[in-house]
């Protein structure tokens, strides 16, 4: 059983900062690539930053510069720094792992149970 167990998230005024983590746990051979996605109410869940095994990060074009994804191999964790905080970051922030439990499955997605990020004006 894997399971991904998220912290971080609460209320921020516009400007502040605020870090998510991560953190893959159980019966995991391997860990591939790690993203942040989030929902905002009313719209469709979008990828926000992504972070492949060696390192190589993507953002969508609206948080470049303010957020910055990062992960630790060996805590299996991955981490979502988010600074200059906008009303239009709230959301429910989900992290998702590509994951083989064992050297012979393929690689799954999991996901975890998402931290609400709320951003006051």
């Known amino acids: 059983q894997v399971q991904l167990v998220e912290s971080g998230g609460g209320l921020v005024q516009a400007g502040g900062s605020l870090r998510l983590s991560c953190a893959a746990a159980?019966?995991?051979?391997?860990?591939?690539?790690m993203a942040w996605y989030r929902r905002a109410l009313g719209k469709e869940r979008e990828l926000v930053a992504e972070?492949?095994?060696?390192?190589?990060?993507n953002y969508t074009d609206s948080v470049k510069g303010r957020f910055t994804i990062s992960r630790d191999n060996a805590k299996k964790s991955v981490y979502l720094q988010m600074n200059s905080l906008k009303p239009e970051d709230t959301a429910v922030y989900y992290c998702?792992?590509?994951?083989?439990?064992?050297?012979?499955?393929?690689?799954?997605?999991?996901w975890g149970q998402g931290t609400q990020v709320s951003v006051s004006s």
């Open positions: 159980g019966n995991i051979f391997s860990i591939n690539g």
């Open positions: 998702q792992a590509s994951i083989k439990v064992t050297r012979f499955l393929r690689y799954r997605d999991y």
């Open positions: 972070i492949n095994s060696s390192g190589t990060t």
